[in-house]
């Protein structure tokens, strides 16, 4: 599967004209849609843990949903962007993980600072900012005790020259990072303002104790 680049049409622009109605995030409002390369287990529950977001009231209206499986290698592109309100996958790219959670495979996740982890569950996105790895999006960890650190962690969405398809091929893993989902240059700004100031991101692994007393899963 090949990584995809956005579309014509603006994210942004229909932000400005459309409410994304509850029915989508029903998997049946996806069943004729294009999703990529996603597992289906996996897409269904990054619906319905934003189903259950929206109706506790932890988000509002969320234009996007951001999917990242941590179960798949850091070799294969493993994170996909929807528009929820036209059911669009915007993109399939690479996606780093913390250096601390593993190689080519993370199997170690933490939500405490310093373990240069990456951390599971679902989060909101939030605002911008230019720092160290240049534009970059803030993400606040929805998850009680699985990611409710993250910006205490300076967990956020950045380039990195390190995210590549090259050196991928080359090593046999993709560059890591401290915990952060880094993308690739070419699309990190493309990407970082389609899903920025209360999209959601759902990260996934298939850890027993999240899965388990995910507030959002259960």
């Given amino acids: 599967m090949g990584m995809s680049s956005k579309p014509d049409a603006s994210p942004a622009s229909a932000i400005a004209t459309a409410v994304v109605p509850a029915s989508t995030l029903e998997l049946s409002a996806w069943q004729d849609v294009r999703v990529g390369s996603v597992k289906p287990n996996v897409f269904t529950m990054a619906l319905h843990a934003a189903a259950t977001a929206v109706q506790r009231g932890d988000v509002?209206?969320?234009?996007?949903?951001?999917?990242?499986?941590?179960?798949?290698?850091?070799?294969?592109?493993?994170?996909?962007?929807?528009?929820?309100?036209?059911?669009?996958?915007?993109?399939?790219?690479?996606?780093?993980?913390?250096?601390?959670?593993?190689?080519?495979?993370?199997?170690?996740?933490?939500?405490?600072?310093?373990?240069?982890?990456?951390?599971?569950?679902?989060?909101?996105?939030?605002?911008?900012y230019v720092g160290k790895h240049g534009y970059s999006l803030r993400l606040?960890?929805?998850?009680?005790?699985?990611?409710?650190?993250?910006?205490?962690?300076?967990?956020?969405?950045?380039?990195?020259?390190?995210?590549?398809?090259?050196?991928?091929?080359?090593?046999?893993?993709?560059?890591?990072?401290?915990?952060?989902?880094?993308?690739?240059?070419?699309?990190?700004?493309?990407?970082?303002?389609?899903?920025k100031g209360g999209g959601l991101l759902f990260a996934y692994y298939p850890d027993p104790q999240w899965l388990k007393t995910s507030k959002y899963l259960s």
């Fill in 60 to 128: 509002t209206d969320p234009g996007t949903l951001t999917v990242i499986d941590f179960s798949q290698p850091s070799t294969q592109p493993r994170m996909w962007v929807y528009d929820l309100r036209t059911r669009t996958l915007l993109f399939e790219d690479l996606v780093s993980h913390g250096r601390g959670s593993g190689v080519t495979m993370a199997t170690s996740f933490s939500n405490l600072p310093d373990s240069n982890r990456s951390s599971l569950g679902l989060y909101r996105t939030a605002e911008t």
């Fill in 140 to 195: 606040d960890g929805l998850e009680p005790g699985f990611n409710d650190r993250a910006r205490e962690r300076a967990i956020v969405m950045h380039a990195a020259e390190y995210v590549n398809a090259a050196t991928a091929r080359a090593q046999g893993y993709l560059g890591r990072s401290l915990g952060c989902p880094a993308v690739r240059p070419e699309i990190s700004r493309q990407v970082i303002d389609s899903v």
